[in-house]
């Protein structure tokens, strides 16, 4: 494996232009499911450890982290961009400053980087993997979201992809603070990536983990059910019993939680790979007592339910 020693500074300018629009079928959706329109979400936010908060919102976003210092602050995804008021808020509240320095994107998903075009005058640079980039420079469909099957992801214009892409490994040396990016094949989608604050003890581990519910599965981003196992347990790896880990949805884990969901996770995986070697198909491997006995302690959220992370057990 492959390692990079990132020190640079790269100032962009972006513009309203680099603004991916959502799909127009999910306001409506978010409105009668949540009681509330995207653009007027309440979030809140969280001290997970000095420096380091994770920010929330009540209705289709995924979390953010904002961790800083004396050189500045560094975000891990943009949420969406009509949510950027409040998001800007929420940062200013935490730690007073303004402006971020560096923006994260740890996948292409939507709820992750649709506001990623509104940041260019507002940080220094954006990095992500390579993937990544490429996925939001194109449109896409998301075939099993949960909240709407089949969701159009619209292309970003070139700025809202990052300047700064890697292909394996990199490491970002910033606020005394080494924080090394790993790129995780095949987990959510193709683009995924572990970031780890090594002396905060901090990993964010995004779309393969939900507090409470079951990973994010891509099949058309090139994810798959056992890179998401893989990813986890590759950051299980990573930390110990005082790790933080920042899933995409849901409050931050713990190391045992974490251990605990994967054992869960593998344990569902075993018995449906065991089901579909006897030629079950999705809705015979649901009603299986022991299927519904391991997924009910799972709750379904907007983007993964149980009937689609069984379903995606088939791509």
């Not at 018995?271 to 198909?281: A, N, P, Q, T």
Request: proline share 3%; net charge neutral; hydrophobic share 40%.
């Amino acid at each position: 494996m492959k390692n990079f020693i990132l020190c640079v500074l790269v100032i962009s300018s972006f513009n309203l232009a680099s603004l991916g629009t959502l799909d127009e079928r999910l306001d409506p959706i978010v409105i009668k499911e949540y009681g509330t329109r995207l653009a007027q979400p309440t979030l809140s936010h969280t001290e997970i450890k000095p420096g380091a908060y994770l920010i929330e919102c009540d209705t289709i976003c995924g979390n953010s982290l904002l961790v800083y210092g004396k050189e500045g602050a560094i975000l891990i995804n943009s949420m969406l961009a009509k949510m950027l008021p409040w998001l800007r808020k929420e940062i200013r509240d935490i730690s007073g400053i303004n402006n971020i320095k560096i923006l994260i994107s740890s996948n292409p998903h939507f709820w992750n980087t649709n506001a990623n075009g509104l940041f260019g005058g507002m940080m220094d640079f954006m990095i992500s993997h390579q993937n990544t980039r490429d996925r939001i420079l194109q449109d896409s469909t998301i075939g099993d979201l949960n909240i709407l099957p089949n969701y159009f992801q619209q292309s970003h214009v070139d700025n809202a992809g990052a300047r700064i892409t890697f292909e394996d490994k990199v490491r970002i040396n910033f606020n005394n603070e080494k924080i090394d990016l790993m790129h995780m094949e095949k987990a959510s989608t193709d683009g995924d990536l572990l970031v780890h604050f090594t002396e905060k003890n901090v990993i964010f581990i995004g779309d393969i983990a939900k507090s409470n519910g079951l990973p994010f599965v891509n099949n058309n981003a090139g994810g798959s059910v056992e890179g998401t196992l893989a990813a986890l347990k590759k950051a299980l790896d990573l930390g110990n019993e005082n790790t933080v880990f920042i899933p995409s949805l849901g409050q931050a884990m713990s190391f045992k939680q974490l251990k605990r969901y994967i054992n869960k996770l593998d344990k569902i995986y075993l018995r449906i790979d065991s089901l579909k070697k006897e030629g079950l198909s999705v809705l015979e491997i649901l009603n299986d007592r022991e299927i519904k006995n391991q997924l009910i302690t799972f709750k379904d959220n907007f983007m993964s339910s149980r009937e689609t992370y069984v379903k995606q057990h088939f791509n």
